[in-house]
């Protein structure tokens, strides 16, 4: 009987094959899960032509009687249904704006212009006008977020009453520290992988993450849904090169004329000593409004759990001295 040299790796070339097209048709049920949401999702088109889907959630019991809008702003790589505890339990007393930027959730990147962090800054703007036009405002926001976040209120303060910014990325940080454009050189080279890798059908090996179990359980599979569609991975390897770029440029801080408030995780390691100066720089806007040190929680678990108590904690904390100050003047 005659054997085929080439029998086991036809055999083995058959059963990854198999497995990759098992893994696209996968990939496309998991986009469609994602393109579905939680069905409570509302949509803004912004002037950049980007479409933004959002929850806005009244509260019906406001703690203050300005019932002030937080607006959250993730950051970058992360969806707002990682935030689900925070808006969660920041709703029982104030009203809630949760957006995902565009190519993230439902979010559709629609612009045809260049790809920059000013036009995420504008769709922010452009967002809180449509959906808040009359109300008050504040921005909460973390790592990009919160650049995002202090560039949109130098930008349009009228629409901005405060800042929460929560270890916040910095303009010229890449600039300032070989370490910090070494972290993101990283970062990126990873984010450049994880789409196509993804759409190849190599979804059912990317392993669930260790924050996974630290969501809600009402949002835990759209959130693992969400980090294993490639559209996820794409967004953020595109909002990556726009920061890596911009970032790398000599720049300052933007000269924010309403109060900001600056949460941190426990500054334990290189990365967040490296902010050191940066936070300092922060410390001296005008209406700088303090400083909260999360204690114990590293900076990737920010929005899960303990992190998500103190960022709840340290936020209303803010908005009863923001607008309690204003009514006594």
Known sequence: MDTRDDALP?????????ALLAGAVAQRRTARRVAWGTGSERF???????????????????????????????????????????????????SVLAANRAGYGRSRLGSTVAFTLDLLVKDTVDLVRVTCGGCRVVLVGHGLGGLLALRAAADAPQLVDGVVVIDPRYPGELHRSKLLRSLSEQTGFGFTLMPQSLRSGL????????????????????????YRAASTWTAAEREWRAAHRELAEPATIPKVP?????????????????????????????????????????????????????????????LYDLYEAEADR
């Open 10 to 18: 036809r055999l083995i070339a058959g059963v990854f094959g198999t």
């Open 44 to 94: 803004v088109r912004t002037g950049s032509g980007n479409t933004i889907a959002y929850r806005f959630r009244r509260t019906p019991r406001p703690a203050l009687a300005t019932d002030p809008v937080v607006v959250l702003l993730p950051d970058l790589g992360d969806t707002v249904e990682r935030w689900s505890a925070v808006e969660a339990a920041l709703g029982d007393d104030f």
């Open 203 to 226: 979804s059912p090996l990317l392993l669930a993450p260790p924050w996974i179990e630290q969501v809600p359980r009402r949002v835990r599979s759209l959130c693992l849904d969400q």
């Open 258 to 318: 309403v109060p900001v408030s600056l949460l941190m995780s426990s500054p334990r390691n290189a990365e967040s000593l490296a902010y050191q100066e940066m936070h300092a720089e922060l410390m001296v806007l005008p209406d700088f409004a303090g400083t909260t040190v999360l204690d114990d929680i590293r900076r990737e678990a920010v929005p899960y759990q303990e992190g998500a108590k103190k960022i709840v904690h340290g936020t209303r904390r803010f």
